[in-house]
Structures are given as structure tokens and as C-alpha cells.
């Protein structure tokens, strides 16, 4: 009857240090591939998001552009032109740029 006992010690004896192994295995997995896993994620999501973001920029653009078409047509001029609206961008997107590069020499 001893013997099974001592059988049933190894045996747990072998699940405790199968236990601490994976413990250990499962902590550096965790501190390594964990992270990493956890890095690629924020890129892959950032670079998602920043393809969105520009497309959105440019549909935006386009909204913008043809509101103003529109706009000009109804308010100011004859139907059908465009050079209010392009003039119109131009001073605002040349003086934005002005005021970025004025910035960027200071």
C-alpha cells in the first residue's frame, strides 16, 4: 500500500512541475510575443485609420469644392462658372501655407 502512494507523490510531483514550466513559458510568451503582438496591432489600426482619415480629407475637398460651385452659381454669379470657387480656394489654401511656412522657419 506504500507503493501507491508513493506513486501518487511522483505524480504530483510531475503535474507541479508541469505546472511551473507552463507558468513560465506562458510569462515569457506573455513579456515577448505579447508585445509584440500588441505593437503590429497598433500599426496595422494606425495605418488603417490614417488611409481613412485621408480618404475622408479628400471627399471632404470634394464636397467643398462642389458646394461652393452651387453657392457661387445661386449667389454672385452666372451659372456655370467655376473661377470664383478655385479662386476662392486658392487664396485660403495659399494663405494657409504662407502662415505653415512663416511657422516653420521660427
Known amino acids: 500500500m506504500t507503493e501507491p502512494n508513493s506513486l501518487m507523490s511522483a505524480d504530483d510531483w510531475a503535474a ?3 505546472t511551473t514550466v507552463v507558468g513560465y513559458v506562458d510569462k515569457v510568451r506573455s513579456m515577448t510575443t505579447g508585445k509584440a ?3 503590429s496591432r497598433l500599426a496595422v489600426y494606425g495605418v488603417a485609420m490614417a488611409l481613412l482619415a485621408v480618404v475622408l480629407l479628400i471627399l471632404l475637398l470634394v464636397v467643398l469644392v462642389r458646394a461652393l460651385v452651387v453657392l457661387s452659381d445661386v449667389i454672385l454669379f452666372e451659372p456655370g ?3 470664383p470657387t478655385y479662386l476662392f480656394l486658392g487664396v485660403v489654401f495659399s494663405g494657409l501655407g504662407a502662415l505653415l511656412w512663416k511657422k ?3
Do not use: D, E, Y
Open 104 to 106: 516653420k522657419g521660427a
Open 37 to 39: 503582438l500588441m505593437i
Open 81 to 83: 462658372t467655376v473661377w
Open 16 to 18: 507541479k512541475a508541469t
